[in-house]
């Protein structure tokens, strides 16, 4: 890595507060198949904290095989078009739908999303929270994208 890329992933680190995840928070994780009987394989970042609006909550990022979603434990807001996430400096990708109430799936743009993970150094989410209770906007929480593409490659070799 050069000098400048380490000043900057320092700065980025530094602006973002405590909600940076370390580079080992990517780990590749069996679960039970949703669908049917058996394992599948995903690739999780740590939980991130994060306020809710109203209280604090956590939210992480998850890959699959042609599937990139952010799950919450608080209940998301689908009603606006500004849940989402940034990778470094770039645009914003919108959510394509929700699942249930806590996940927001990015999966129409799941090679383009991987790419900037691949690439980047940080992604923000953007998510907005609490369908039936008041508005209290957009919150944000920041994931390091440190080793996402090591933890990446585990993943294309999970079985």
């Known amino acids: 890595m050069s000098h400048v890329a380490i000043v900057l992933l320092a700065l980025a680190l530094s602006l973002t507060g405590t909600g940076v995840a370390r580079a080992a928070d990517w780990t590749v994780k069996t679960v039970a198949r949703a669908d049917g009987p058996g394992v ?8 991130q904290s994060l306020p809710d ?5 956590t939210a992480y990022i998850s890959v699959a095989p042609r599937s990139v979603t952010v799950t919450s434990v608080s209940v998301l807001d689908g009603g606006f078009k500004d849940i989402g ?3 470094d400096q770039g645009e914003f990708i919108p959510m394509d739908r929700l699942e249930g109430d806590k996940t ?3 999966d129409s743009q799941y090679d383009r ?5 691949k690439a980047g150094l ?3 989410v953007q998510l907005r929270f609490w369908p ?3 508005a209290t906007g957009a919150h944000s929480a920041t994931v390091s994208l440190i080793g ?3 933890a990446y490659d585990q993943l294309t070799g999970c079985r």
Do not use: H, I
Request: hydrophobic share 45%; proline share 3%.
């Open 104 to 106: 927001a799936v990015f």
């Open 122 to 124: 940080l992604a923000r």
């Open 40 to 47: 599948r394989c995903v690739l999780e970042s740590s939980r």
């Open 85 to 87: 996430l940034v990778v």
């Open 53 to 57: 609006g109203y209280q604090k909550t």
């Open 113 to 117: 999303v991987v790419e900037q993970f």
């Open 148 to 150: 996402f593409t090591k």
């Open 132 to 134: 039936t209770w008041p």
